[in-house]
């Protein structure tokens, strides 16, 4: 079965290349990695904004709008909200999501 690749590029530039299974959110994909950088607190509930990342802006245009839950939250992320500020519990991944890349906020908290 086809599992996209998700791209995970720390704020130290290490890249982490990770098969992350559809129906699986891209902070799924790196907690069970155990990739630094994302922390998660909430579990992905959208109540923690500590699963920020920063969209690669091809990427933009495949995922769905902000909801007004996300966008609340994105208020409150450690680091600076930028226009391609997500939080990655929300990205569910599906194959046309194949080759995704997320950078990692310098801290999460
Ligand atoms: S894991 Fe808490 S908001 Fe995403």
């Known amino acids: 079965m086809f ?3 998700i791209t995970y590029i720390s704020f ?3 890249v982490f290349e990770i098969d992350v299974p559809v129906g699986e959110s891209v902070m799924e994909g ?6 630094d950088g994302i922390v998660a607190e909430c579990g992905g ?12 802006e091809k990427f933009l ?3 769905p709008a902000v909801d007004e839950e996300q966008d609340a939250m994105l208020d409150s992320t450690a ?3 930028l226009p391609n500020s997500r939080l990655s519990c929300q990205i569910k991944v599906r194959p046309e999501l194949d080759g995704l890349i ?3 906020p310098e801290y999460q908290k």
Do not use: F, W
Not at 45 to 56: E, K, P, R
């Open 79 to 81: 680091c600076e909200r």
């Open 102 to 104: 997320v950078r990692m």
């Open 12 to 14: 130290q530039e290490e």
């Open 61 to 63: 245009p495949l995922l």
């Open 3 to 5: 599992v996209p690749k």
């Open 30 to 35: 790196a907690v069970r990695n155990g990739i």
């Open 45 to 56: 509930s959208c109540l923690c904004a500590t699963c920020h990342v920063y969209v690669d």
